[in-house]
């Protein structure tokens, strides 16, 4: 997973880790940051909702979540 490509479109989006967290049912931003800085892998579950909370490409989550950083 890229994860510096996944905080660069978050960044763009004008989200934060709280918004994701909160898109993503976590308690906390904390859960969330171990996404982006690659601690916590993601489900296939988790991705599809990351990737419509922050209105990803086709190309966008091809190059997030099946390309290594």
Do not use: F, S, V, W
């Given at each position: 997973m890229n994860t510096?490509?996944?905080r660069d479109i978050r960044i763009s989006?004008?989200?934060?880790q709280?918004?994701?967290?909160?898109?993503?049912?976590?308690?906390?931003k904390s859960?969330?940051?171990?996404?982006e800085t690659g601690v916590n892998k993601v489900t296939t579950d988790t991705a599809s909702k990351i990737a419509t909370e922050l209105s990803m490409t086709r190309d966008e989550k091809l190059a997030v979540f099946l390309e290594e950083s």
């Open positions: 510096q490509l996944l989006r004008k989200k934060t709280a918004d994701m967290a909160k898109a993503l049912g976590y308690a906390n859960a969330y940051c171990l996404i």
